[in-house]
Structure formats: structure tokens, C-alpha cells
């Protein structure tokens, strides 16, 4: 898929506060510092659409990008961020509930993995939570420039393992670097293929009241 055309279009600290629901849209999730911005930026060809930042916790509030004037990608806030108070991590988490347990134009969720990390107990647990809301979701693999082809193949099979213990079928996992920008199109294709499936096939969306 080409991009044509990419612009930011707002960020919403609640649900009440987002963009209408009326195009599909696909969110990028993952621990803080692993590269969500970064893929948004690689995916749409920007260099500072979605902001980045070396210091993990950048992305602090819902950042919806449109995308061809057809459908958004969504830069969440990461999770798993040390110096995060107690208070923030659940205003967190009550945030990236209710975004995913409500908002029906929600596609697809993207969560994001570190290629050279062995399996992260809270990307486990936040998959197991994507399972039990019922939200699809396939994994992103980032920074696969910085280590050999072996070790990412070596920890992508130790990572699904992992998740085999609590899961009967793994989702698609895809490759992705920002540097050599591997995984950019089989992304995007994923992406036309869901908004093929989705103008075929809408969700029921509730009107929202109006007061
Ligand atoms: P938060 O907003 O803090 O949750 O982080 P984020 O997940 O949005 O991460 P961000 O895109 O800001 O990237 C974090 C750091 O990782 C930056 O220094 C990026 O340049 C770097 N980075 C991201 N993706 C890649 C990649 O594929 N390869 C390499 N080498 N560096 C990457
Ligand atoms: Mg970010």
C-alpha cells in the first residue's frame, strides 16, 4: 500500500476526548523505549511525525495519525517504565482498558516486542490481557538491526514458546527494523488487507449521545 498522504490529528488523554470512530483504525503497543513511534514514523515515511525519544515514556497520552484520509494509526503510551508512580501506571491502565475494550473502529492492535530481549514477563501478561479482552492482535519484533539473524530468530522461538504456554495458536509475528526499514510493507500490506475486510464488513457502531 502507498502512502499518499499522513497528518497528525489529535491526542486524547480519555475516551471521551478521541477522534470519531468512523474509520478502521491500528494501535501500537508495547514496553516504553521499544519503538512504537519510531514504527509509525518508518511506516508512513516521517522522520518526526510521531515524537521519539531515546528516554523511554515518551508517548504519554492517545495520538491518533490519519492516514490517507482512510484510517489511523494510534501511538499508545508504552508500558513497563520503572519510574512510573503507582498512581500513573493505574491511570494507565484504566486508559488503555477502556480504549481497548470500547472503541469499535479498534482493528488491530500491533504490540511491540524488543528483538534482543529475552521473553519480558509484562509483554506476556499484556498479551494474555489482549487474549482475554478478545482484542486481535499480531506482534511486531523492533530493533532487529541490532543483533544477527540468528539470535532474532533464536529469541523470536523462545518468546513464542513462551506465549505457547498459555496460548493454543500464536498470532503472526512480523520483523521490523526502523534503521533498514525491514517489515515496512509486509506491515502496510497487512494494514490494506484488514481495511479490505473492514469496509466489507463494518462493526455495528452505537451513536454517541450527543450531550
Ligand atoms: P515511549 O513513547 O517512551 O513508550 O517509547 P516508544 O516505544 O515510542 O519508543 P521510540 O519510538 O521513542 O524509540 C525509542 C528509542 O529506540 C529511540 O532512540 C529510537 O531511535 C530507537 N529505535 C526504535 N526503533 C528502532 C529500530 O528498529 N532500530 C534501532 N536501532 N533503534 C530503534
Ligand atoms: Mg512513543
Avoid at 70 to 82: K, N, R, S
Avoid at 105 to 110: D, Q
Wanted: charged residues 25%; glycine residues 6%.
Amino acid at each position: 500500500m502507498k502512502i499518499k498522504s499522513c497528518r497528525f490529528e489529535k491526542s486524547s488523554a480519555k475516551m471521551s476526548e478521541l477522534p470519531a470512530h468512523s474509520k478502521p483504525e491500528y494501535a501500537f503497543i508495547g514496553r516504553s523505549n521499544v519503538g512504537k513511534s519510531s514504527l509509525i514514523n518508518m511506516l508512513t515515511g516521517q522522520k518526526s511525525l510521531a515524537k521519539t525519544s531515546a528516554k523511554p515514556g515518551k508517548t504519554q497520552l492517545i495520538n491518533h495519525f490519519m492516514i490517507n484520509e482512510q484510517w489511523y494509526l494510534v501511538d499508545l503510551p508504552g508500558y513497563g517504565y520503572a519510574k512510573v508512580s503507582k498512581g500513573k501506571r493505574e491511570d494507565w491502565e484504566k486508559m488503555i482498558r477502556h480504549y481497548l475494550t470500547k472503541r469499535e473502529n479498534l482493528v488491530c492492535i500491533f504490540q511491540l516486542i524488543d528483538g534482543r530481549l529475552s521473553p519480558q514477563a509484562n509483554d506476556l501478561e499484556f498479551a494474555n490481557k489482549l487474549g482475554e479482552y478478545g482484542v486481535p492482535f499480531v506482534v511486531v519484533v523492533t530493533k532487529t538491526d541490532k543483533l544477527g539473524g540468528t539470535t532474532i530468530q533464536a529469541n523470536v522461538a523462545t518468546y513464542k514458546k513462551a506465549m505457547l504456554e498459555h496460548w493454543d495458536d500464536l498470532p503472526a509475528f512480523h520483523l521490523s527494523s526502523t534503521v533498514t526499514e525491514r517489515g515496512k510493507e509486509e506491515i502496510l500490506n497487512f494494514i490494506e488487507q484488514c481495511n479490505v475486510s473492514y469496509a466489507a464488513n463494518p462493526p455495528e457502531i452505537q451513536p454517541r449521545p450527543t450531550v
